[in-house]
């Protein structure tokens, strides 16, 4: 059975970093592209970052260009989102999935993990 289970969410200050993980079970996991996502109160779930299948292929939302860095390690089935210079925009709570061709929907989603950014 496929299982995304993320961590590592809190209550960190404005300018903090933190680091989440998501990880992955039940799957090949190195041949699916993994991707976090955010939904903010009253707000739509959108995209945060993804990565294809090494460090090298990433893509990323214009609002965390250059603070976040989404990065995989295959051999721990897990996907990471490193996050700096976090904003109170950023609160949201954050998924990470799981999709296994381009152009398809996400198949697999986590149940999330809550950040909260203070001002």
């Known amino acids: 059975q496929v299982q995304l289970v993320e961590s590592g969410g809190g209550l960190v200050q404005a300018g903090d970093s933190l680091r989440l993980s998501c990880a992955a079970s039940?799957?090949?996991?190195?041949?699916?592209?993994m991707g976090w996502f955010r939904q903010a109160p009253g707000k739509e779930r959108e995209f945060v970052a993804a990565i294809i299948w090494s460090d090298r292929n990433t893509n990323y939302a214009d609002s965390v260009k250059g603070r976040f860095t989404i990065s995989r390690d295959n051999a721990k089935n897990t996907v990471y989102l490193q996050m700096n210079s976090l904003k109170p925009e950023d609160t949201a709570v954050y998924y990470c999935?799981?999709?296994?061709?381009?152009?398809?929907?996400?198949?697999?989603w986590g149940q999330g993990t809550q950040v909260t950014v203070s001002s």
């Open positions: 999935a799981a999709q296994r061709r381009r152009f398809e929907n996400y198949a697999y």
């Open positions: 039940g799957l090949t996991f190195s041949v699916y592209r």
